[in-house]
C-alpha cells in the first residue's frame, strides 16, 4: 500500500531563503504531483513529474523526482510572501488506483 | 464557462437533516471525486466514479450516498447529517483514475457546518 509523508508538516521562513519541502512515498509510484492550496482557496495543480529524474520549475519553484529514493522535493529559491500556502504531494501506485495524498506543508513566509 | 462547479458554497445544517452537495464539470471527464478536507487529516477521499452509474467507496464512505446518472454530475448527499461531517468537502475531475497528465481538477469546494 503506498503511503506518502511530506515533511515538514509546518515551515514559517524568512522572505529571500531558500528551502526544501520533502516528499517521501513508501512503494512505487508511477509519477508524482504537487499542489498548492491558498487559505480557504481550493487545490491547484503545480507540477506532474513523469519519471525517474524529472525536474520542472516555475518561478521560484521547482521540483524534482528521484523514483529509485522513493523521493520529490518541492525547492523554493528566494521566498517571498506571495509562496505562503499549503503544498500536497501526491503519488500514485499504478494506473489503476487514484491518487494518494500526503499531509500537506504549511509554509509561512514572513516579509 | 468550462470547469467545475461546486455548490453551495456555503452551507450550515441541523443534526440529523439531510444534505446534499452539487458537483457540476463541464471537461466530460470520465472520472469524479469527493474528498473532505479537516485540520490534522489532510485530504481524504470519500466516493469516486468512472462514469455515470459507476462509483466506488474511498476511504472514509460512511454516512455519505452519492449518485451519477449524468457524466457531468456528482453529488454527494449526507443522509443524516452529523457534527462529525462538518468539514470542506472538494470536488474533482480527471480524464483518468491515475497517471493523468494533468493530475486532478478540483471545485472550489464546499464549506459545510452541522450544528
Known amino acids: 500500500e503506498l503511503k506518502v509523508e511530506q515533511n515538514p508538516l509546518f515551515l514559517s521562513m524568512q522572505e529571500g531563503k531558500n528551502y526544501t519541502i520533502y516528499c517521501n512515498y513508501s512503494t512505487t509510484s508511477d509519477r508524482l504531483y504537487w499542489y498548492r492550496q491558498d487559505p480557504g482557496k481550493s487545490l491547484e495543480s503545480l507540477f506532474v513529474l513523469l519519471s525517474n529524474g524529472a525536474v520542472k520549475q516555475e518561478g521560484r519553484l521547482m521540483a524534482s523526482l528521484d523514483t529509485k529514493a522513493r523521493l520529490s522535493t518541492l525547492h523554493i529559491t528566494a521566498a517571498v510572501h506571495d509562496l505562503s500556502a499549503t503544498y500536497f504531494c501526491?503519488?500514485?501506485?499504478?494506473?489503476?488506483?487514484?491518487?494518494?495524498w500526503g499531509a500537506g506543508t504549511k509554509l509561512i513566509i514572513k516579509p | 464557462d468550462a470547469g467545475i462547479t461546486q455548490s453551495p458554497r456555503y452551507k450550515i445544517t441541523e443534526t440529523g437533516r439531510q444534505v446534499t452537495l452539487m458537483c457540476h464539470q463541464t471537461?466530460?471527464?470520465?472520472?469524479m471525486f469527493w474528498y473532505r478536507q479537516d485540520l490534522g487529516h489532510g485530504l481524504r477521499l470519500i466516493y469516486y466514479?468512472?462514469?455515470?452509474?459507476?462509483?466506488d467507496k474511498g476511504e472514509v464512505p460512511d454516512g455519505y450516498v452519492v449518485s451519477r446518472s449524468k457524466t457531468e454530475n456528482f453529488p454527494l448527499t449526507l443522509e443524516s447529517a452529523t457534527r462529525s461531517q462538518t468539514s470542506v468537502y472538494f470536488c474533482?475531475?480527471?480524464?483518468?483514475?491515475?497517471?493523468?497528465?494533468?493530475?486532478?481538477?478540483f471545485g472550489s469546494g464546499t464549506r459545510l457546518t452541522v450544528v
Open positions: 501526491a503519488g500514485i501506485p499504478d494506473s489503476n488506483y487514484q491518487l494518494i
Open positions: 474533482a475531475s480527471s480524464e483518468l483514475l491515475g497517471t493523468g497528465a494533468y493530475g486532478y481538477t
Open positions: 466514479s468512472a462514469a455515470a452509474d459507476i462509483t
Open positions: 471537461w466530460s471527464h470520465s472520472y
